[in-house]
């Protein structure tokens, strides 16, 4: 792609990754064959400022029914997603008659607060796999991608229309957004807000958390290409909070033009945005030379610790991981194999790299000498929760903001 998936402006590339696999693209241990690979690179809108994908994936190799992902695998996200919906049950959604859709709600996390609430709810969920657990959990769920016609056929089915629209960590994943906010305008009371948390450009570039750009993560928002996004398609960011989750991301409130008078987040994101200049090319090229720079530093300190005899491992099989691992060259020489707790990865191999995954359990049994921390943005967590691993000498490495041992 040349020209911007939201405005049509001319896109400038700044970052390209080679080639990658489907980041959720787990391998059977005996898998023979051809994996899919596309071209990972980034580009800037010179128009509306978006940061984006120059090459887009389709929607359903990522969200299938072996979509394995779960949103509530840590103790931090459960909590997250409570404190979400109690939030929402207080200001949203306190009539008798609310409604409250969650797109991409994956396993229910979520909206499982909303059902115990008695609130009227209904997640839309193109993975089979994660939107039946979802469904087993008690939650209504709609198996689809959501688009206008999903909308259309949700408001008619419903016989009313929605106060709440939330989505987290799933608008910067579809490319088609158009249809997304036409579907929201058809599904969303006059009154009603839609509201969206994704990772933030800026945080990525302050932490050179090149890691949050693969395959499903289409776009890079940020309050400036998120406002006028919005404004485009009719609507008006009312709302931008920045939350420390997934190592930073901002939670968007949108409302219908002229509905809702707009708080001072807005201005002052925007202020500061417009100060650091963030989406100005040179900034984007400094941030992919940190990037270089990051890549380098990890493939020295790897090898070398190889040189010394040292075992390595990796802990959180991520997505994001596929992004450093394919894009450092990182295969089980280097990192003998990935703990992860998520069962449908377990027993498979790391996509593109090719790093077995294991059970958490394969991590104490026995420890390694280093742990390489693919779920940097579970570190406290983590680092917490292994205590044991630290007080038998092992150490962490982290790359996040930089290549470090702790
Ligand atoms: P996460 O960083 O949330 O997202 P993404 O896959 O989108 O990059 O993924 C966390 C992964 O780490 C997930 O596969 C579960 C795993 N994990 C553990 O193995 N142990 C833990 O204690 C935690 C918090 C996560």
Sequence with gaps: ??????????????????????????????????????????????????VQLMEEVPRHLMFNGHYPYLSSGSSVMRKHFEQTAQ???????????????????????????????????????????????????????????????????IREAEGRPAQLVYAANTICHIPYVDSIFRGVDALLADDGVFVFEDPYLADIVDKTAYDQIYDEHFYFFSVTSVSAMAQRFGFELVKAERLPVHGGEVRYTIARQGRRTPDSSVAALLAEEKVRRLADLDTLNAFFRNVEKSRDDLVELLRQLKAEGRRVVGYGATAKS????????????????????????????????????RPRSAFENPYPDYALLFAWNHAEEIIAKEIRFREAGGKWILYVPHVQVV
């Design 87 to 153: 939030h929402f049950l207080r200001t949203e959604l306190t009539s008798p008659d609310a409604f409250a859709v969650e797109l991409g709600c994956n396993d229910g996390i979520m909206l499982r607060a909303l059902a115990d609430a008695g609130v009227r709810h209904l997640g839309v969920e193109p993975s089979e796999s994660v939107a039946d657990i979802a469904r087993r959990n008690g939650i209504r769920v709609t198996t689809e991608f959501f688009q206008e016609s999903t909308a259309t056929e």
């Design 1 to 50: 792609m040349t020209s911007c998936r939201i405005c049509g402006g001319r896109l400038h590339e700044f970052g390209d990754f080679g080639t990658q696999p489907l980041s959720s693209g787990f391998l059977e241990p005996d898998y023979i064959g051809d994996e899919y690979f596309f071209r990972l690179a980034l580009g800037v809108c010179a128009s509306c400022s978006m």
């Design 322 to 357: 596929a992004t450093v691992a394919n894009y450092c060259g990182i295969g089980r020489e280097l990192v003998s194999f990935v703990s992860d707790t998520t069962p449908n990865k377990q027993g498979r191999l790391t996509p593109g790299s090719h790093i077995p995954v």
